[in-house]
Nanobody
Framework: QVQLAESGGGLVQAGGSLRLSCAASGSIFSNYDTGWYRQAPGKQRELVARISGGITIYADSVKGRFTISRDNAKNTVDLQMNSLKPEDTGVYYC??????????WGQGTQVTVSS
């Protein structure tokens, strides 16, 4: 398993911005697909954004507002979140996958957007 640690969550007003960062240790980061998921209270965990084989995908709800980026040299994957909405509130998790299988999850970081 890949060890992942998220940081950067917090409380922000609607319309504001946050940047989440995920650092991986113990593995060659470039070997994995990397992504961010979130889970709102009472809801299932959902994909927010992913970089897979050089292709970047986003959930429809965040397109144009969120940007995922990766630095293989630093073993980090970031999520820049702009124009935040209250419905973006949730716990955000970093994830890595390889050959279609999960290889690690972070512990999660709370993002709260107030209206």
């Amino acid at each position: 398993q890949v060890q992942l640690a998220e940081s950067g969550g917090g409380l922000v007003q609607a319309g504001g911005s946050l940047r989440l960062s995920c650092a991986a240790s113990g593995s060659i980061f470039s070997n994995y697909d990397t992504g961010w998921y979130r889970q709102a209270p009472g809801k299932q965990r959902e994909l927010v954004a992913r970089i897979s084989g050089g292709i970047t995908i986003y959930a429809d709800s965040v397109k144009g507002r969120f940007t995922i980026s990766r630095d293989n040299a630093k073993n980090t994957v970031d999520l820049q979140m702009n124009s935040l909405k209250p419905e973006d509130t949730g716990v955000y998790y970093c994830n890595v996958r390889q050959y279609g299988f999960d290889r690690g999850w972070g512990q999660g970081t709370q993002v709260t957007v107030s209206s």
